[in-house]
Structure formats: C-alpha cells, structure tokens
C-alpha cells in the first residue's frame, strides 16, 4: 500500500526546470521556458520521466512615451532646426520592434514648416525571475538565446539603458556585463557601482525591466510670415508596434522660433532741378545721372519750394543695414505720383527713360517705365499708387527681387510741376 501510494505522488508532483512555483507570477518574462516533468518511480528505484515546455509569450504593453520641445532664433528659411527627442520605454514583458511617426498638429506664424526623422528601433524586455542586488538583477534565460557573456538577453544588451521601478523608486542604469547561470538557467544583468540601488530597492521575483531608447526628430520652422513675431510648430510622434495599442506625444507647449524684424532703412529725398533752393530736414547726395560732380545739388527730406513748369526730381532709397540678420525678399518700390499737381514722369534719363536705377551691386542703370509686366518698372497714372519698381537681386519685369544684408537700392525720377 504504501508503495502505491509512493508511485501515485511521484506521477502527480511536477517539477519546474526552469522557475521554481514560488517564481511562477502572473507578470512572466516572454521566451521564457516553463518545464514541468513528472516521474514515475518503478520496480523499488526505477524511474520514467517525461516533460513538456510551456512558453510564455510577448504580452503587449503601452509603451512609456515623452518628446522633448525646443526654443532657438529663426535664421532663415527651415533655418535652424530644433531637435525633438522621443523617449520610449518598453512595459512589455519581452523584446519587441516599435515604430515612431511623426507629424505636425499645429504651427503659427509660419509657412509649410517640417518634421522628419522617425525609426523602428527595438526595446528588449523581461521580468526578474530571482532575488538580485544592488549592482545587479536575475531574469530567466530566453529560449534559444545565446548563453555566451554579454550575450543578449531578450533584447537587452551591453550599454542598453534598463528602467524597473521598486517602492516608488525609478532607476535607469546602463547595462555593464550579462553573465549566465546554468544551474538555474537565468541570466544576471550587471551594471556599474555609480548606479547602485540602495539595500532596500533590491529586485525580488516579478519586477518589470525595459529598455529605454531615444529617437531624434528634426523640426523644421518653414517660412516666418511675420518677421518681428515668433513661430510656433507643434510635433506629435505616434510609437507602435505590431499588436500593440498605440501610444502618443505631444509637445507641450510647442517649439518656438523667435524672430527679429530686419533693420531697414528707406528715405525719399526731393531737389527743384530748374531752380535749386535750400529745403529742410536732411541734406543728401546721391550719385544720380545729370547730378554728380562739381555743382551737384543736395536732394533733402523736406523744405523744397517750386513754381509751375519747374522740374522736381525725386530720389528714393531702401537699404537692408548690416545690423540686419535677413535678406529683405520680394522687394518693390511704389510711389504715387500727384497728377492733380504734376505732370506724368519725365525722361531726362540716358536712352530717354523714366526711372534712373542704382542695383544692389551700385550699378547705374535706366529704365522705361510703363505698362505693368513690360519692364521692371511701370507707370499707369490712374493707378494708386500709380509707379511701382522691381527692385533687388533677380528682380524683373513680374517679380520683384532681394536686397541682401549690408545692401541698398536707389530709384530716381523727374516730374514737372503744372
């Protein structure tokens, strides 16, 4: 009798390989192996095993996400580019490969701003599966994994960053050394003594490691629209993985681009060609066509008188001072010429041309003006304001051009007063 009853509680008894029962939690490292084997106990010492393997499979888990913001001063088009960093750390139980996508949910003061970056990094994962220390924790050796030293151990390797929690207390040490035990078929993952745990947060059975990884993202702040106002561009990342709910974040607030407005400096000047007098404000030379050298008239900023049929010449120029940090871009210069008082714009100019014209280079030039596309200036006298010019680098007949930091412009024209 008592034989039998020997023989019946050896085929009951299962003995785990792998995790002893006390070891057997909910919370289980994936690829780990459950090995159960029942003997049977024979003949007054004869033995029969026979055992299965059990499993444990990736549970999917939302990953612990975070994105960075970032502040810096608008240079220029997609100049410079803020950096964004999204931080995910594995809650799973086991390796998995997850994908961040960024995208822009929002933006002020800006035109077609950007984000790239973005990858599929992997985490690895596991679950303590033994008492550790502070300089060291115990997980289950993976099915199939290698059991060299520093071998991987379910995605987590030498110099990975792990996370646990214990007590309320979050540790984030770098993975110095993985070392395998045969005899209880576990791995220890070792880091440095600088990132010690105290006595009392020692990892016991069933705590939750990940690894944690950053993605940089590149923000770019597109076109300012308003020089002189900040732009804002907000980045969402989505992080996934196959199988596993999504996660989100969001920056908060947005990145931020300041800008300063150019130093800019424009004047109009006036001189009575036909009788010249003394007018007010500012006394100006300019090197204008028939109005250099000895006897050339100062224009001035106000003050100047005239009488009818005399000749009032005009002198107009826009610089983008050195204390600038821009290219003022699109450049024009409008007038609206008095018609009710003076006649249209006379050509007193080389090749009978309206408008005397200093580029960015302080190269002279003439031109017609007239109809709007057909030069780079035109003239249409019902029009308010009736003289426009296409001034700046690359400027021509239907687009106006750019005047560089340091660079200046000069239009000149002459009317007759009725």
């Given at each position: 009798?008592?034989?039998?009853?020997?023989?019946?509680?050896?085929?009951?008894?299962?003995?785990?390989?792998?995790?002893?029962?006390?070891?057997?939690?909910?919370?289980?490292?994936?690829n780990?192996?459950?090995?159960?084997?029942?003997?049977?106990?024979?003949?007054?010492?004869?033995?029969?095993?026979?055992?299965?393997?059990?499993?444990?499979?990736?549970?999917?888990?939302?990953?612990?996400?975070t994105?960075?913001?970032?502040?810096?001063?608008?240079?220029?088009?997609?100049?410079?580019?803020?950096?964004?960093?999204?931080?995910?750390?594995?809650?799973?139980?086991?390796?998995?490969?997850?994908?961040?996508?960024?995208?822009?949910?929002?933006?002020?003061?800006?035109?077609?701003?950007?984000?790239?970056?973005?990858?599929?990094?992997?985490?690895?994962?596991?679950?303590?599966?033994?008492?550790?220390?502070?300089?060291?924790?115990?997980?289950?050796?993976?099915?199939?994994?290698?059991?060299?030293a520093?071998?991987?151990?379910?995605?987590?390797?030498?110099?990975?960053?792990?996370?646990?929690?214990?007590?309320g207390?979050?540790?984030?040490?770098?993975?110095?050394?993985?070392?395998?035990?045969?005899?209880?078929?576990?791995?220890?993952?070792?880091?440095?003594?600088?990132?010690?745990?105290?006595?009392?947060?020692?990892?016991?059975?069933?705590?939750?490691?990940?690894?944690?990884?950053?993605?940089?993202?590149?923000?770019?702040?597109?076109?300012?629209?308003?020089?002189?106002?900040?732009?804002?561009?907000?980045?969402?990342?989505?992080?996934?993985?196959?199988?596993?709910?999504?996660?989100?974040?969001?920056?908060?607030?947005?990145?931020?681009?300041?800008?300063?407005?150019?130093?800019?400096?424009?004047?109009?000047?006036?001189r009575?060609?036909?009788?010249?007098?003394?007018?007010?404000?500012?006394?100006?030379?300019?090197?204008?066509?028939?109005?250099?050298?000895?006897?050339?008239?100062?224009?001035?900023?106000?003050?100047?008188?005239?009488?009818?049929?005399?000749?009032?010449?005009?002198?107009?120029?826009?610089?983008?001072?050195?204390?600038?940090?821009?290219?003022?871009?699109?450049?024009?210069i409008?007038?609206?010429?008095?018609?009710?008082?003076?006649s249209?714009?006379?050509?007193?100019?080389?090749?009978?041309?309206?408008?005397?014209?200093?580029?960015?280079?302080?190269?002279?030039?003439?031109?017609?003006?007239?109809?709007?596309?057909?030069?780079?200036?035109s003239?249409?006298?019902?029009?308010?304001?009736?003289?426009?010019?296409?001034?700046?680098?690359?400027?021509?007949?239907?687009?106006?051009?750019?005047?560089?930091?340091?660079?200046?412009?000069?239009?000149?024209?002459?009317?007759?007063?009725?």
């Open positions: 009798m008592k034989t039998a009853m020997k023989t019946l509680l050896a085929l009951l008894v299962a003995v785990p390989l792998v995790m002893s029962a006390k070891a057997s939690f909910a919370n289980t490292a994936a780990t192996a459950i090995v159960n084997k029942a003997v049977l106990t024979y003949n007054g010492g004869l033995t029969a095993e026979s055992s299965v393997i059990v499993k444990v499979d990736l549970v999917p888990a939302l990953p612990n996400v994105i960075t913001r970032g502040d810096a001063v608008y240079q220029g088009v997609d100049t410079p580019v803020i950096t964004d960093t999204v931080t995910i750390t594995s809650s799973a139980n086991g390796p998995a490969t997850y994908t961040v996508t960024p995208s822009i949910t929002g933006s002020s003061n800006s035109t077609a701003p950007s984000v790239s970056g973005g990858s599929s990094p992997i985490l690895g994962a596991t679950v303590t599966a033994g008492t550790g220390a502070t300089t060291f924790i115990v997980v289950p050796a993976p099915i199939g994994g290698a059991t060299a520093d071998s991987e151990v379910n995605g987590i390797a030498v110099n990975d960053v792990i996370v646990f929690t214990i007590n207390h979050t540790y984030t040490p770098k993975v110095t050394a993985t070392s395998y035990n045969v005899a209880s078929n576990t791995f220890q993952i070792n880091w440095a003594n600088v990132e010690a745990v105290p006595a009392a947060d020692v990892l016991d059975a069933g705590v939750q490691i990940g690894e944690r990884q950053q993605v940089n993202l590149s923000v770019k702040p597109g076109t300012v629209n308003t020089l002189g106002s900040e732009l804002t561009v907000t980045v969402k990342a989505d992080v996934t993985a196959p199988n596993f709910p999504p996660a989100a974040a969001t920056t908060a607030p947005a990145n931020k681009w300041t800008s300063t407005p150019p130093t800019i400096t424009f004047q109009k000047y006036s009575n060609v036909t009788v010249p007098v003394a007018g007010t404000g500012i006394a100006h030379s300019a090197p204008i066509e028939g109005n250099t050298g000895a006897g050339a008239q100062p224009y001035y900023t106000g003050g100047v008188t005239g009488k009818t049929d005399d000749i009032i010449e005009y002198v107009i120029e826009a610089s983008n001072s050195g204390a600038s940090t821009f290219d003022l871009t699109l450049c024009a409008s007038d609206t010429v008095p018609t009710t008082y003076v249209d714009l006379l050509t007193p100019y080389t090749g009978s041309r309206h408008i005397f014209y200093i580029d960015t280079n302080g190269t002279p030039t003439t031109i017609a003006a007239g109809a709007v596309g057909a030069s780079p200036a003239y249409v006298a019902a029009n308010s304001p009736n003289l426009i010019v296409n001034v700046g680098q690359n400027a021509n007949n239907t687009t106006p051009g750019t005047i560089p930091i340091g660079k200046s412009v000069t239009i000149a024209y002459q009317v007759k007063i009725k």
